[in-house]
């Protein structure tokens, strides 16, 4: 088996800001409600020219530069979405055009809502580890605007837009070291598209309760199963694997569930209140939750800012419609 590192993350996020005190102004909310309730203060929004293609080509480009290599040296390109419109063909080959990737390649766009990015992720790796491709590109991209409700208090103070990319390569150190995916299909209209008015235009709804209290355990499990995929670590040396992770990259849906997240985890393992919570990257100010985005947007930006370095033990975790859940490890 092969070493499969990160070589470079890009992410991009459109101009246009959308906050808390705009949403006053389209549905019953407040500014107070949103940020006690998710931790959101504002969000991007695409405008009508922006897609999740467009979005992730211009986070691959950025990937790619970072990563130094040539763009023809891309063997493979998965797009973790949930947006494409329409459906087919793929988000990932018009990406693969607008970036004149080599010729021949195989692309594709994976869907498994807002875990999108490590359930790619995951099968990028595996590309890589088995031998059969040295560098494969990532992206994770989604336009949450073209099927929110902005009449739905419930759903349209959560989303946002954006895309984030990794460039992954064969190498010799410890890069992702192991991914874990689960999914719970019995749930999967806890999180559905509605049709509504006489368009019938279809919009995201969902039971907020439901996805809350699965979401919380599924991010705990899946933090804990990549660092002990056996299950039979005692709380001293799930302790110890705790306390050796400099980062931990949550999808960024509601501050609320990733504290949780954090605190079911510190009493489950022993570990002091907000030892897990202090290690939790979060830009969900800023950003709400773009879905597949959230992951890597927040990866690259922790890297920008210094808060991440090379060489650091990293979970990046997440859950989302399907309903479906999942973790990669990665020493970066
Ligand atoms: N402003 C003001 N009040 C609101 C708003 C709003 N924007 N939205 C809901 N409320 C009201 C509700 O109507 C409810 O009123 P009621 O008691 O009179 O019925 C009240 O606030 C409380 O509602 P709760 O559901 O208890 O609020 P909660 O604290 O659970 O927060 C939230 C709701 C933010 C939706 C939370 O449940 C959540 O984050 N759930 C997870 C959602 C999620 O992450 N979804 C995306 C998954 S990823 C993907 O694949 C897209």
Redesign the pocket.
């Known amino acids: 088996m092969h070493h499969v590192g990160i070589i470079g993350t890009g992410s991009y996020v459109p101009e246009k800001v959308l906050t808390n005190h705009d949403?006053e102004k389209m549905?019953?909310?407040?500014d107070k409600?949103?940020l006690e309730?998710?931790g959101i203060r504002e969000r991007r929004i695409a405008d009508e020219n922006e897609t999740n293609v467009t979005m992730g080509r211009h986070a691959l480009e950025r990937a790619i530069k970072k990563a130094r290599i040539d763009r023809t040296d891309i063997e493979m390109l998965i797009v973790g979405t949930?947006t494409t419109d329409p459906t087919w063909p793929s988000a990932a080959g018009h990406i693969a055009q607008l970036l004149n990737l080599r010729k021949n390649i195989p692309f594709f766009d994976l869907q498994a809502?807002?875990t999108g990015f490590n359930y790619s992720l995951a099968m990028g790796e595996q590309f890589v580890k088995s031998g059969q491709y040295k560098t494969v590109a990532v992206v994770g991209s989604d336009k949450?605007s073209a099927i929110t409700d902005y009449e739905d208090?419930?759903?349209c103070?959560?989303?946002g837009d954006g895309a984030g990319a990794v460039v992954l390569q064969r190498g010799d150190k410890e890069g992702i070291i192991r991914s874990h995916l689960g999914g719970a299909y019995q749930s999967r209209l806890a999180?559905d598209l509605r049709k509504k008015g006489e368009n019938g235009h279809r919009f995201?709804w969902?039971d907020?309760?439901k996805?809350?209290a699965f979401?919380k355990g599924a991010m705990a499990e899946s933090c804990l199963r990549v660092l002990d995929p056996g299950g039979m670590a005692s709380k001293e040396d799930l302790c110890a694997l705790f306390n050796r992770v400099d980062g931990i990259v949550p999808?960024q849906?509601?501050v609320?569930?990733i504290h949780s997240a954090a605190e079911h985890l510190e009493s489950k393992v022993g570990l002091p209140d907000g030892a897990i919570k202090k290690k939790m990257i979060i830009t969900i100010e800023k950003y709400g939750?773009n879905?597949t985005a959230s992951i890597p947007l927040a990866l690259d930006e922790a890297f920008q800012e210094g808060r991440l370095r090379k060489g650091n033990l990293v979970i990046l975790v997440g859950?989302?419609?399907g309903l479906t859940y999942g973790a990669n490890l990665v020493r970066l």
């Open positions: 949403l549905v019953e909310t407040s409600w949103i309730r998710t949930n809502g807002c949450l208090r419930n759903t103070v959560l989303f999180l995201m969902m907020g309760r996805v809350y979401a999808h849906a509601n609320r569930i939750n879905s859950f989302g419609a």
